[in-house]
């Protein structure tokens, strides 16, 4: 017997049809004998209309109201999947945020999980009774329902997961499992049993949209062993774990990209002491984060070219800020780019083996592809190059670094 | 000063511009210095959205789990109201039943209030902060969400009314007001400026839908004000009030009517002791609630005709009951009929004047409208008459009894 959370995103609640489909997986999970909560999200579609309601009701709104609001798809989908098991003889109940209480900070609209009461809900579980708690939603200190952030029901998902020791965190979702990369750019591209936390946090906050960052963060934190598998297929997924229950270990796991970024190169700036600070202060106050910098040698002593890179998003706020301080930074020219990609090579195995950088290098050479910025950390290696190259770029690396299923 | 509790249905809030426009209304209420509290109900359309999505997962499911579901339509509207307040500046918060809380008992789905905490609402009530109140929910002695039943923010509205001693309770729906008669038929049907709780009462029950019956009942008991009007007209509407509010009184306020009853004749049942209840055993047995009842006198002393009216919606199971009781009944013949209208005269006045059943059966007498059935109670008339003759019948009687705008 095992305790097990499941977590169904939108697509596999999308209507009652679906709703019912998942009730025979969570049925067939205690029919193995294990004791089961179910988190789930939003039906797809309901929580974009509620979060348009509110942006039609006023552009600038209350995030207190707006939490109110948006946590209602979840509540829906909880019943909805409760009456599904009921009618399927399994022992059920539904759980919003408040009930349980899962307990945040008052941050509304982006809040953070502080505590989670468990009691009864164990006490339930074990008699057999299934949990279906709401996703994605919590209770402030001021006793009003907050709401994570988007993708939040996986952070919902593991954070019970911990709460209740569960032996996994199954996490259903569209696609069924972690792959080597994007199989939709790389045929060969290769579903992975097992992945290190360490590695699936460099592939979520690069751009692979499998789990919530914050999720993985958790995960890693609390040590609770996630599986990814999909809703609609019954095969096992990828078990996202620590590195130890990992025996063959991969010098490379896997290669991201993401079309998110934008670069900036300002030419000819003063190279002075404090004019990195000149520049990004603007940038940190105007609430525009920066990723990846680089700052050329100066070729005169006295001007240097400084390229880095901020979301696409955020491109246009960026530019209107730094051309503001045109005179303060006195560089001769800004130089936009939105048509870039970035592409990051991940693996725990880059930490002990040399050649994993040269390796990229050579092969975007032989491709004949310019690389414009470089950054690493221990366990990956990103780059950011002209965007219409990514699939190039994705099929060479995935066959350079051994990745290709065979 | 006054205190007034507001309460708008779904059509007022049907969408993003209507709400912002009750939000106006609001204020308008604000701004004359009232203290306010609104009660809102679910957008329209979204309650039945909801109930479809339960009854599509089980058609028989558990009322807890359903009432999960279907109060997120008003905690929506509550949260959009109080943004839409607040971009007109001024101060709102929504309340979730189980947030204020509004305690009810435990039956699902058709809950009754039991009590309202209303402290911390009245103190930001005073403090000129607008109480945006979820109508149709409370919580119950399970902490469980519950709900009122179908049109239970009326109820909401009147009992909240009533916990926080409201100078008046203000209906906003998509008619101006209670009139003598329904104006889609009679066209010289005249709007009431005030109705008695008794008559109001009747009206509710007998067909007229402007007020759920539960809620008249409620403001009965209490003593609330309730001002009927409508939230696209700027007018004063219909109040119903006590007795003693009313200066001038009517013989007769309304004319109600009713196409949801049915008759069913039982000819020549055996005249003897009990035959009553054991026609009336089985229906009662079968949950179907039988209306008008007429037992014609005996010709032969040993048979007799009975008639007597049920739901329309509960025609065919109440036949199937009866006559499965053919042998104990010892009838020859039953007759259903569904095409009948039950058309009721109501007033006050009717306690202390005699003439009133008398210029009913006159009337219809000389427009040469068949009564097949007629109850009374001490201040409605009612009788069952083929539906063709509705209109027709609708008319005379309100000209007959002095109801038609000059």
Redesign the interface.
């Known amino acids: 017997m095992a305790r097990i959370v499941m977590k169904f995103g939108g697509t596999s609640v999308g209507d009652?049809e679906r709703?019912?489909n998942v009730a025979r997986r969570v049925k067939a999970e205690v029919d193995r004998g294990n004791e089961v909560a179910v988190v789930v999200s939003a039906m797809s579609g309901v929580t974009n209309q509620?979060v348009d309601?509110?942006k039609?009701?006023?552009p600038l709104?209350?995030a207190?109201?707006?939490d109110?609001?948006v946590a209602?798809?979840e509540?829906?989908t909880?019943?909805?999947l409760?009456?599904?098991l009921?009618?399927l003889d399994v022992p059920a109940?539904?759980w919003?945020g408040?009930?349980i209480p899962i307990r945040t900070d008052g941050a509304h609209g982006k809040a953070r999980i502080e505590a989670i009461e468990t009691a009864e809900l164990e006490r339930r579980m074990a008699s057999g009774q299934v949990a279906v708690v709401a996703g994605f939603q919590g209770i402030g200190p001021d006793?009003?329902?907050t709401t994570l952030g988007r993708g939040g029901s996986d952070t919902s998902a593991v954070a019970l997961a911990a709460a209740v020791k569960a032996d996994r965190c199954d996490i259903y979702t569209d696609v069924d499992g972690v792959y080597t990369t994007d199989p939709r750019i790389v045929a060969k591209a290769r579903k992975l049993d097992k992945i290190t936390y360490e590695e699936m946090l460099e592939l979520a906050s690069l751009g692979a949209k499998v789990l919530q960052t914050r999720s993985v963060e958790m995960a890693m934190k609390y040590r609770v062993r996630v599986q990814v598998l999909s809703s609609f297929v019954d095969a096992p997924g990828t078990l996202v774990c620590d590195e130890d229950e990992i025996v063959e270990k991969e010098l490379v796991s896997g290669i991201a990209y993401s079309r998110d970024e934008a670069k900036i190169t300002l030419v000819r700036v003063a190279d002075r002491p404090g004019v990195a600070a000149a520049i990004f202060g603007p940038l940190t106050d105007a609430n525009i984060n920066v990723d990846m910098i680089v700052q050329n040698v100066s070729e005169d002593g006295k001007h240097t070219d400084m390229t880095f890179t901020v979301a696409k998003s955020d491109l246009d706020r960026a530019v209107k800020v730094l051309n503001e301080k045109t005179e303060d930074l006195n560089y001769q020219r800004l130089v936009p780019d939105s048509n870039v990609v970035k592409v990051s090579v991940i693996g725990m195995g880059m930490r002990s083996h040399a050649g994993v950088a040269q390796k990229m290098f050579k092969t975007l050479a032989v491709k004949s592809i310019n690389i414009q910025v470089t950054s690493t950390s221990e366990i990956k290696l990103s780059v950011i190059l002209a965007e219409e190259y990514t699939e190039l770029a994705l099929r060479a690396l995935h066959t350079a670094y051994g990745l290709d299923t065979h």
């Open positions: 009652c709703i019912k509620l309601y509110c039609r009701i006023a709104h209350d207190r109201e707006y109110a609001v209602t798809g509540q829906v909880s019943g909805l409760a009456m599904a009921q009618a109940r539904s919003s408040w009930q006793s009003r329902v």
